[in-house]
């Protein structure tokens, strides 16, 4: 079975500009989890999509979005970048998202704000 | 706030040895337990995981253990091998949640 892929692996913006992030979850998931992971901050919980639904939301301002497609792909959005939006973006996914499930990691996105 | 905390960042061990690796959670609320592991550049790999009505789950090399009035949980991993260098992050999870509470990680590194 194919694991998580991300798209695009790597991203250099400059602030302002948007960016958005891919996630094809495994085959059969249908719960997808983003993460943001900071060397200051470690790996905060962004949000989480099941069924085309935002269930769970981290604190992150709205320049933070995502949604979820009917085939279970995701994609995340961060408009108006900032220079501490750097960071490797993580997308994660697993059954249903209940607390006893396991989370499998994509190999996430490196996104480089200038 | 740092509900789940890993208190040591870096560990060094020897090749063969046993490595041990602690983490500590505030939330009783918390019902499942998880550590992976990773390399840098890349997402984590999931490891183990335990349920709170556990105390030992092993698999091969792994085990974690769960001290829950402790608030306490453990990674041991024997014997210690060079490809078990990596940061390991402890994570935690309730239910209704639908997301991971992460440590900070611990850095691992296997000497010959």
């Known amino acids: 079975k194919a694991g998580v892929t991300q798209t695009p692996r790597y991203l250099i913006k400059t602030r302002g500009q948007q960016v958005t992030l891919s996630c094809s979850p495994i085959?059969?998931?249908?719960?997808v989890s983003w993460y943001q992971q900071t060397p200051g901050q470690g790996l905060q919980f962004l949000f989480e999509?099941?069924?085309?639904?935002?269930?769970n939301k981290g604190n992150f301002p709205g320049r933070f979005s995502g949604r979820q497609f009917s085939n279970s792909r995701s994609e995340m959005n961060v408009s108006t970048l900032e220079l501490g939006d750097s960071a490797l973006y993580l997308c994660?996914?697993?059954?249903?998202?209940?607390?006893?499930?396991?989370?499998?990691f994509g190999p996430g996105t490196r996104l480089l704000v200038l | 706030d740092q509900q789940v905390k890993q208190n040591s960042p870096s560990l060094s061990v020897q090749e063969g040895r046993i490595s041990i690796l602690n983490c500590d959670y505030t939330?009783?609320?918390?019902?499942?337990f998880l550590w992976y592991k990773k390399y840098p550049a890349e997402g984590p790999t999931f490891l183990i995981s335990?349920?709170?009505?556990?105390d030992k789950n092993e698999d091969g090399r792994f085990t974690v253990f769960l001290n829950k009035s402790a608030k306490h949980l453990s990674l041991h991993i024997v014997p210690s091998q060079p490809g078990d260098s990596a940061v390991y992050f402890c994570a935690a999870s309730a239910i209704g949640w639908g997301k991971l509470q992460f440590g900070a990680g611990t850095q691992v590194v296997v000497t010959p």
């Open positions: 999509y099941f069924s085309e639904t935002q269930r």
């Open positions: 994660a996914s697993s059954l249903a998202g209940t607390s006893v499930e396991t989370q499998y």
């Open positions: 085959s059969g998931h249908r719960s």
């Open positions: 939330n009783s609320m918390f019902d499942y």
């Open positions: 335990i349920s709170s009505i556990k």
